[in-house]
């Protein structure tokens, strides 16, 4: 069955610190993939999304990810973690029996230090 | 920028209730979805609607129906709320392209409380 796994339930890291947040999916062709945020109390938010390209993809807040189609991986990086980037994040993959749907992680949380 | 509202923020109501949780995008998208999220298990599609009168049932229909009578809304109806219902309710739409998956947008979510 088609999946997206996230194996870092939660994470801390301090502010100041770089972050690496994985996302590995099962999809038997090039997927779009996406990466969201939820803030405390919110809906989610659209950070980045890798349709075709370059695999290397720039977002919002200062996110990147690179798509890595060897290992099945479209991890989520930022070079300097803000105390404002303490939220849920989630990786997605279009459902490929119906693409109008998606299949989402579990999520990953990250807390930051001061 | 896209707009999707969701009626309430916060509601509880009594089990055996009827429930209603209303969502609407200002964008013109033809897909909407309804999602609930609980601690540990993420995000799960409840149902979602690729038209108007259209629907189709997502991992956890079982205890909700929904109905779109017009474009832009989109409604969440618990016929009976029990308590395994507490929950997040979070309501989305994308734009709708053909055999294409498209960015979702988020409605900021209704934590619903059933006693």
């Known amino acids: 069955a088609q999946s997206v796994t996230q194996p870092d339930i939660h994470i801390t890291v301090s502010e100041g610190a770089s972050l690496e947040l994985r996302c590995n999916y099962s999809?038997?062709?090039?997927?779009?993939l996406f990466w969201y945020v939820q803030s405390p109390g919110q809906g989610l938010q659209l950070l980045l999304k890798?349709?075709?390209?370059d695999t290397l993809v720039q977002g919002i807040k200062g996110f990147e990810a690179e798509f890595k189609r060897s290992q099945s991986s479209f991890n989520l990086r930022k070079p300097s973690v803000h105390w404002s980037d303490a939220a849920e994040y989630f990786c997605a993959v279009p459902n490929a029996g119906n693409n109008r749907k998606l299949i989402w992680g579990l999520g990953t949380s990250l807390a930051v230090n001061p | 920028d896209v707009k999707v509202t969701q009626s309430s923020r916060y509601l509880v109501k009594r089990t055996g209730e009827k429930v209603f949780l209303e969502c609407v995008q200002d964008?013109?998208?033809?897909?909407m979805f309804w999602y609930r999220q609980d601690p540990g298990l993420g995000l799960r599609l409840i149902y979602f609607?690729?038209?108007?009168?259209?629907?189709e049932k997502g991992d956890i229909p079982e205890g909700y129906s929904v109905s779109r009578e017009k474009k832009e809304r989109f409604s969440l109806i618990l016929e009976s709320a029990s308590t395994n219902q507490t929950s997040m309710y979070l309501c989305a739409s994308s734009f709708g392209l053909a055999h294409t998956s498209d960015t979702q947008y988020f409605g900021p979510g209704t934590r619903l409380t059933v006693l």
């Open positions: 964008m013109d998208h033809e897909n």
């Open positions: 609607s690729y038209d108007v009168k259209m629907k």
């Open positions: 999809y038997g062709a090039t997927p779009y």
């Open positions: 890798y349709f075709s390209g």
